[in-house]
């Protein structure tokens, strides 16, 4: 089993810039990847960030240059999220890979980009 604790959501103004934490505890062992999805009110959950064990990294197009996924502490996932848009506006969710057979995911941390 493996539990996710997500921090860092809020309110932030456009061009403003937030930091989000997730750490991860219990059979960490097993975890292949962690990243970061979201899903904004009447829409899909999106991908935005995924990081390796190795450090490899893949991001959305949408938040390329803006977002940097990084690992601060072993099995604790940075979102360090620069020049924020009200469409960045969502409920973020941390995810992380179990032995490439299940998915976990946090409580979800809201995001909210004002104008």
């Known amino acids: 089993q493996v539990q996710l604790v997500e921090s860092g959501g809020g309110l932030v103004q456009a061009g403003g810039s937030l930091r989000l934490s997730c750490a991860a505890s219990?059979?960490?062992?097993?975890?292949?990847?962690m990243g970061w999805y979201r899903q904004a009110p009447g829409k899909q959950r999106e991908l935005v960030a995924t990081?390796?064990?190795?450090?490899?990294t893949r991001y959305a197009d949408s938040v390329k240059g803006r977002f940097t996924i990084s690992r601060d502490v072993k099995n604790t996932v940075i979102l360090q999220m620069n020049s924020l848009k009200p469409e960045d506006t969502a409920v973020y969710y941390c995810?992380?890979?179990?032995?490439?057979?299940?998915?976990?995911w946090g409580q979800g941390t809201q995001v909210t980009v004002s104008s």
């Open positions: 995810n992380a890979d179990y032995r490439s057979m299940y998915q976990y």
């Open positions: 219990g059979s960490i062992f097993y975890i292949n990847s």
């Open positions: 990081i390796t064990k190795d450090s490899s």
